[in-house]
């Protein structure tokens, strides 16, 4: 009999279980897979890099994949260190697109890099956006158009406020298409 297919939700450090537990009624609202939290690991210090004083999001995201337990549909890592890729100065998280693995920082979204904390209503909210529309690459989604669109391409924080936790229209179909296909 085949495992039930799921979307795990692992910590990297510590990561307050308050906002695990929201992400899984959160998510459990917009994908049709069992949301799961699973066993946390420590900092991902192998993503490091010094020069930077930042972390390599695809180095988590490799991590990810090779630690997914069976029948993980999809993954997402969740972390309070700052990320980044190479080209750009810093990201609220990055996918495979599409993949199996996500990853989210909750280090800009929850206001650590200015000193000032958001609420930690807000501060959930953006790191459910951004769960959300990194996930939604994980299925093949771009970056959409419309700027309420949970897929429109965050330019900071604002823009997260802004826009809606759901996907448009159109990302509604484009993203049943890849459920069909993916099932």
């Known amino acids: 009999m085949p495992e039930e297919s799921f979307i795990g939700l692992r910590a990297y450090g510590q990561i307050d279980l308050d906002i695990l537990e929201a992400l899984v009624i959160e998510l459990n609202q917009i994908f049709p897979f069992p949301i799961t939290i699973l066993e946390g690991c420590g900092s ?35 972390t309070e260190v700052d990320l980044f890729i190479p080209i750009l100065t810093y990201v609220y998280g990055e996918a495979m697109l ?3 693995a996500a ?42 158009d419309d700027n309420n669109c949970v897929m429109s391409f965050a330019h900071d924080l604002e823009h997260i406020d802004q826009k809606s936790d759901r996907f448009c229209r159109y990302c509604s179909v484009l993203f049943s298409d890849a459920l069909r296909q993916s099932l």
């Open 44 to 78: 991902p210090e192998f993503a490091y890099n010094p020069a930077r004083q930042q972390y390599l999001s695809k180095a988590i995201l490799e991590d990810l994949v090779r630690k997914a337990p069976p029948g993980c549909k999809r993954i997402v890592g969740l």
């Open 98 to 100: 599409p993949g199996q």
């Open 103 to 144: 990853v989210v920082s909750l280090y800009r979204l929850s206001g650590k890099d200015t000193g000032t904390p958001v609420p930690f209503d807000v501060m959930v909210q953006r790191v459910f956006k951004e769960v959300v529309h990194e996930l939604g690459h994980t299925f093949n989604l771009v970056h959409c």
